[in-house]
């Protein structure tokens, strides 16, 4: 398995521009999540899915960012638009339902860059 | 709501033992979790913990005391690759996993 695939690795763009990051969990795990992580806040969790469905958005910080997942393999993280203090590392995480001892499984990340 | 504790840093020698704890207040509680993550890097899983007690895997133990709401990570015979952050995750009702702000490691000559 390729593991937790995302896209771009790094991305950098000016303030106000439309951002658009990619996930593509591990084939079968039903729960997709995105993460956030900067030195000053650590990993938090903006939302998560299951089995393509939005259950959990309280951790996205404001009407500007909104995520999709159309179907069981992709899932996007789009921010616009993009601000400075939007600058962090972005991690999108897949788990099977029974994920009991072995957690989640996180892909490379996304280094976004906001100036 | 959810809380958790670890120290921010800690030092220590290669060939030591060296414990990382975690406090954690949560909303229900399944499980913790601890993951390992080295810099520019994405975390990994190191252990799992649902019943009290010690969970050893190698190098590496994980303790948990669920009435205290109370983890921690033993690491033995320290190594120089061992130097990263170890993240406190304990897995709640809500059925998502929210992470400590982790405890950066170094590990000295």
């Known amino acids: 398995d390729a593991g937790v695939i995302q896209s771009p690795r790094h991305e950098v763009t000016e303030m106000g521009q439309e951002v658009t990051l990619r996930c593509k969990p591990i084939?079968?795990?039903?729960?997709l999540f995105w993460y956030r992580q900067t030195m000053m806040r650590g990993l938090e969790l903006l939302i998560y899915?299951?089995?393509?469905?939005?259950?959990?958005d309280s951790g996205m910080p404001e009407d500007r960012f909104s995520a999709k997942m159309p179907n069981a393999s992709f899932s996007t993280l789009k921010i616009q638009p993009s601000e400075p203090r939007d600058s962090a590392v972005y991690f999108c995480?897949?788990?099977?339902?029974?994920?009991?001892?072995?957690?989640?499984?996180f892909g490379s990340g996304t280094r976004l860059t906001v100036v | 709501g959810q809380n958790i504790d670890q120290p921010t840093e800690m030092t220590a020698t290669e060939g030591a033992i060296v414990q990382i704890n975690c406090t954690y207040q949560t909303s229900g509680f399944n499980g913790l979790f601890w993951y390992q993550q080295h810099a520019g890097e994405a975390p990994t899983f190191l252990s799992y913990?649902?019943?009290?007690g010690l969970e050893e895997k190698g190098r590496f133990s994980s303790f948990l005391s669920r009435s205290k709401g109370y983890s921690y990570l033993l690491l033995k015979e320290l190594q120089m690759k061992d130097s990263a952050s170890y993240l406190c995750a304990p897995w709640g009702n809500n059925n998502d996993m929210r992470f400590g702000a982790g405890t950066r490691l170094t590990v000295k000559p």
């Open positions: 995480a897949s788990s099977h339902s029974h994920r009991g001892p072995y957690g989640y499984t």
């Open positions: 913990n649902v019943l009290d």
């Open positions: 899915f299951n089995n393509n469905v939005p259950i959990d």
């Open positions: 084939s079968g795990h039903d729960y």
